[in-house]
């Protein structure tokens, strides 16, 4: 009988000795996501990352959960509140954009390394501000470090195979910003434990501070040390191997921003990832001032909103893995519109509900979790956008999210102009506003939302568009010719009908070279 035809990135020859422990496609991504296993490089990767990005984020809000007490010590007003929760944020902007460059041309683990590197004494000067605008300063430098989250999601949307970035992308996203709730329980019990050991809440606060700055300094050595860019190599390597094209940024930039899915995602991701950090800033003053709660309760009801990431956000991710294997990368553009709208309608619920205590906590955390699966769901999609330039457009999206924080701070929650119950709901409003774009993103080779794919299109014409004649001629295309490929199952179930394995290959046949 004929042996039944695959696609020629597929044809590889078994190799007497695996390469890898974990199965791998013909791109040596890993197929399969072992959660609890540190194999080199796949998983290796995915610990460092998340645990790095959780770092930067206990750096980035360390303050929050001690704001009463920083307020009376510095005397800081309501207006020099918001202006330094604007600052936390607003910094990552523009790191993010960079951070997306960096990861396309030098590699995840140098960028990641670097920008945790450079923050971290603004971490430690936080034990050492003095009035408003010292406190802005620590507050804007420090927000530099969640730029880290571009590298994390470059890294995972380089080392997992389309059937699981999304699960990727979601766990480690969702785990790193699990920091933004665990440091509203870690800074008062340090607090505290350094209060019982004699020193006074002015010292007391500050020595705090300490406690971020290590972990984030640990977590670059770590990177340093045991991470590695891509399933074959770090891209030093590979590129004076002449394994990987050395690309300019003259390149990376122009096929972003001529890509308008990358400008839709970001706005999209502005009103979720946006939302959260916003919440981030604002949750524990908010129930500590209208519901006269203490400050370890405040922290801990804070707590709940980014605890919520150890489920929710890898949920998204989940779910979009899911949704894609039903009905191709129209579901994932459906989940994500429904899961975003349905958060939307649940922030405004949380204004509207202010009355009354439990029914805030209780409708504050089922809007943590939609708005947090709605990140996870968001970069199902992201890595799909662009390949050659994946990096920018995950920093185009991450920026996104953190100018959405931005505006979110400056109109609603920046000085007295709305209470903050008002800011809430209209911030819900903004959300399913903003969530709307989605239905123009139209994949020509997958389809939309309303419109099937185009007759005739496929994936490889797609990527293939960012690169020249003559560059892929010269090969330089072929990573994105295996990844589009692989990504089969995008285009729903009739088109990954046959498809053996969805194009993995074994752990058993891992290919030695590639």
Not at 314 to 334: H, N, T, V, Y
Request: net charge positive; hydrophobic share 45%; aromatic share 12%.
């Amino acid at each position: 009988m004929e042996r039944q035809s695959r696609p020629a990135a597929m044809e590889v020859e078994p190799a007497s000795k695996p390469k890898f422990r974990i199965p791998v496609d013909s791109d040596n991504q890993a197929t399969e996501f072992w959660l609890f296993s540190f194999v080199r490089p796949h998983m290796s990767a995915f610990h460092l990352s998340w645990f790095s990005f959780f770092c930067c984020f206990v750096s980035t809000f360390a303050a929050p959960p001690l704001l009463p007490l920083i307020r009376d010590t510095l005397g800081l007003t309501a207006k020099d509140i918001g202006n330094a929760g604007i600052a936390s944020v607003s910094g990552a902007v523009f790191a993010r954009l960079a951070m997306g460059t960096a990861c396309d041309l030098v590699g995840p683990r140098l960028s990641s390394a670097a920008i945790i590197l450079l923050t971290t004494p603004a971490v430690y000067c936080s034990a050492i501000i003095n009035g408003p605008s010292s406190f802005l300063l620590v507050r804007f430098f420090t927000g530099f470090s969640l730029a880290s989250f571009v590298s994390t999601q470059f890294w995972m949307s380089s080392m997992f195979s389309p059937p699981k970035v999304g699960l990727a992308n979601g766990v480690a996203g969702g785990w790193g910003n699990l920091g933004g709730g665990a440091v509203q329980l870690l800074m008062p019990l340090v607090f505290e434990a350094v209060k019982k050991m004699g020193s006074t809440p002015f010292t007391a606060w500050r020595v705090a501070f300490f406690i971020p700055g290590v972990m984030q300094t640990f977590s670059a050595i770590a990177v340093l040390a045991f991470g590695q860019d891509m399933p074959d190599g770090n891209y030093r390597k590979l590129h004076k191997a002449g394994d990987m094209h050395k690309d300019s940024f003259a390149n990376v930039l122009r096929h972003a921003v001529t890509n308008y899915r990358a400008w839709i995602l970001a706005l999209t991701y502005g009103y979720c990832f946006g939302v959260e950090l916003a919440v981030d800033n604002i949750v524990a003053q908010y129930f500590y001032d209208r519901f006269d709660v203490n400050l370890h309760t405040a922290g801990l009801i804070a707590a709940s909103f980014g605890m919520a990431n150890i489920i929710s956000r890898p949920g998204g991710g989940l779910m979009s893995d899911w949704l894609s294997d039903r009905f191709g990368m129209r579901g994932r553009l459906w989940g994500l519109w429904i899961v975003q709208t349905v958060g939307g309608v649940l922030c405004v619920v949380l204004g509207l509900v202010d009355y009354s205590f439990a029914a805030s906590v209780a409708v504050m955390m089922l809007f943590s979790f939609f708005v947090q699966a709605a990140c996870g769901l968001t970069f199902g999609i992201v890595p799909f956008v662009s390949r050659r330039s994946l990096g920018l457009i995950s920093g185009m999206t991450g920026g996104g999210g953190n100018v959405g924080a931005v505006l979110t701070q400056v109109i609603f929650f920046r000085g007295a102009k709305y209470k903050t119950e008002t800011g809430i709901v209209y911030m819900g409003i903004m959300i399913i506003a903003c969530t709307l774009p989605l239905t123009l993103i139209y994949f020509p080779q997958w389809g939309g939302m309303f419109v099937g794919p185009k007759p005739g299109a496929t994936a490889e014409e797609y990527y293939s568009q960012e690169w020249t004649e003559q560059e892929r001629q010269k090969g330089y295309n072929a990573s994105t010719v295996r990844f589009a490929e692989n990504s089969v199952r995008e285009g729903g179930p009739k088109s990954a009908s046959g498809s053996q394995s969805r194009h993995t290959v074994p752990v058993d046949a891992s290919p030695a070279n590639v």
